[in-house]
């Protein structure tokens, strides 16, 4: 019997891959204020490791409504940083908007390079969307989900953001 136990422990080490190390599950899209930002890139988990402490605003400046939010992962290979955000545009509950370009009316995502000065958005071909699932005033939570393409600017290779998600406290 142990010699059976010694054979299975041995084909399970075996058949550990060092690559499965950055496919982590996504935590559980929630909409309780909970922390967490959360994607696979290229299939790879991106998830927040700042704690739950990253920035997250919705506010009303000179007339116009801006959102953003930003989650962080120290870790990954590919994105150091992935914001979104909304430019002069407000944002509801339920309603999926699509990602352009960062200029008035519009929302976008924009992403930080791991190990690299360059940053890339959602602009003309890279589009995606958003959709806010939760926006409670009164507790101030704000929930999501995303996903969109993005073209890394050196190499012109397409980078799929997926299965995003986000529920967090915001400031107004």
Known sequence: MKNILYILFAILIISCNKDDDNTETLPP?????????ACYVNGTSYIDTSGGYFNCFYQLIDGEYFFGIGGEDENHNIFRQVILSSNASEIEENIQYNLNCNEPNNHYAEVAFTGQLLDATTCNTNFGTMTITKLDFT???????FEFDIIHPNTGETIQVREGRFDTLFTQ
Do not use: L, R, W
Not at 29 to 37: C, R, S, Y
Not at 139 to 145: L, R, V
């Open 139 to 145: 507790n101030n939570i704000i929930s999501g989900t």
């Open 29 to 37: 899209a929630t909409q309780t204020g909970a922390g967490i930002f």
